[in-house]
């Protein structure tokens, strides 16, 4: 199994709303990402967990929030949201964070703020 | 720091030609190089690595890329092309110990006409 599953595909959200996109891999890595990418842009990384603890955060804003249960599970907690926000979110995991940088990526949750 | 260079944002071919995507890196250190793709509305999906020794490295769906140390580029070449191949192709760049960090190019859009 190399799949990451990503849940919802598609969320829309207006400013005031909580939500969260859920990430799940069952290959026995070790280390998860988020990045976001904008229409035409290549992702940019979010964050990034190793063995469940967070081990970079590249300066994204509160609103924003990992949280990594276990070492198959990757969440990210949306409130208070900007339009600007609107993205496809993709998540992704590797071995480790310290071997070849191949990651292995999801489909992605496409997220609409209103 | 490391840093990608694709300098065609979109290569049209006709089907069944050749074609080479272009990609330059930059870095102080050792690294390793990627080239990923996404379909529409789609994740990504690894198509080929150089981690070390031989530099002419094959990957899925019929492309290959050549590592030029000297030249710091990694170009991707496909010697025929077929329509499902429609695509963005990005580059990435990761550094020896940099813990998994990938950097992507801006990302070329390869289209496929008949």
């Known amino acids: 199994d190399t799949e990451v599953t990503q849940t919802p595909k598609h969320l829309v959200m207006g400013m005031t709303n909580k939500k969260s996109l859920k990430c799940e891999q069952h290959?026995?890595?070790?280390?998860m990402y988020w990045y976001k990418q904008k229409a035409k842009k290549p992702p940019e990384l979010m964050f990034v967990?190793?063995?469940?603890?967070?081990?970079i955060n590249e300066s994204v804003p509160s609103r924003f929030s990992p949280e990594c249960p276990n070492s198959s599970l990757l969440n990210l907690h949306l409130h208070a949201l900007q339009p600007e926000d609107s993205a496809l979110y993709l998540c992704?995991?590797?071995?480790?964070?310290?071997?070849?940088?191949?990651?292995?990526f999801g489909e992605g949750s496409r997220l609409t703020v209103l | 720091a490391q840093s990608v260079t694709q300098l065609d944002s979109q290569v049209p071919v006709f089907e069944e030609a050749p074609v080479e995507l272009r990609c330059n890196y930059s870095?102080?250190?050792?690294?390793?190089l990627f080239w990923y793709v996404q379909y529409p509305n789609q994740g990504l999906q690894l198509l080929l690595k150089y981690l070390s020794g031989s530099t002419l490295v094959k990957g899925i769906n019929g492309f290959e890329a050549e590592f030029n140390k000297s030249q710091t580029s990694f170009h991707l070449r496909k010697p025929s092309v077929h329509i499902s191949d429609t695509a963005e192709y990005f580059c990435a760049v990761s550094e020896s110990g940099g813990g998994n960090k990938l950097t992507f190019g801006t990302g070329t859009q390869l289209k496929v006409e008949l």
């Open positions: 992704a995991s590797s071995q480790g964070v310290s071997d070849t940088g191949e990651l292995f």
């Open positions: 290959m026995g890595h070790r280390a």
């Open positions: 967990y190793s063995y469940e603890k967070l081990s």
């Open positions: 870095s102080s250190v050792s690294v390793y």
